[in-house]
């Protein structure tokens, strides 16, 4: 039996972290997926194919041989690729749950969204409350990660993911409904590079 793990980072870094560390303890890059909002152009996409800014890009650039490192070439960080989630934007993506937004797994394919990040979310077995307010903070700048992980590994996981920091989603959810949030919504306009800049102020990194 596996359990659907989740955390939500307000800087990408926290998340980038996470996946590596999963990768470390046994959890398949197969089963692990990243959705990072991608609004300020950070993730673009280098010509070999490898996300820039990243371990990934920087393991290329050094010489490390393929999955030489935890989370490196042969890692799910080396898969991200870009799409377009309708209510949020242009977002960097890779794993699972990206391959269920586009429809198919894509590399660094350009495209759009064939649906949304709360059902995808909730088809997974995430609490569809929670799901409203992951997908309200990628569209706020955030980065989420999802793992689907085997019950044996599920306690040293969930140590994993509170090791990076994420976001405390209860607290998040009261954040965002003080400001007049009551849920996601997919025809609300995707934030600007200077709303994510201006949103990532409230919450320092950790």
Do not use: C
């Amino acid at each position: 039996m596996t359990q659907t793990l989740t955390g939500l980072f307000d800087h990408h870094e926290g998340a980038e972290r996470a996946v590596r560390q999963l990768e470390s303890i046994g959890v398949s890059h197969d089963d692990i997926s990243i959705v990072a909002n991608n609004a300020h152009g950070g993730h673009a996409i280098a010509s070999d194919g490898l996300p820039a800014g990243t371990a990934a890009k920087e393991d290329a650039e050094t010489g490390a041989g393929l999955g030489a490192t935890v989370g490196g070439i042969g890692g799910l960080l080396a898969g991200l690729g870009l799409l377009v989630i309708p209510g949020i934007g242009p977002v960097a993506a890779a794993g699972w749950l990206g391959a269920t937004l586009v429809g198919a797994a894509g590399g660094a394919a350009v495209g759009a969204a064939a649906g949304g990040l709360v059902g995808a979310l909730t088809h997974a077995g995430v609490d569809e409350n929670d799901a409203h307010v992951y997908a309200e903070g990628v569209r706020r700048g955030g980065s989420l990660v999802t793992a689907r992980v085997e019950d044996s590994l599920v306690a040293r996981a969930r140590e994993v993911l509170d090791e990076q920091a994420p976001v405390d989603i209860a607290s998040r959810r009261d954040a965002y409904e003080q400001d007049g949030w009551s849920q996601f919504d997919q025809d609300a306009p995707a934030y600007t590079h200077d709303q994510v800049v201006e949103e990532r102020t409230r919450y320092p990194a950790r």
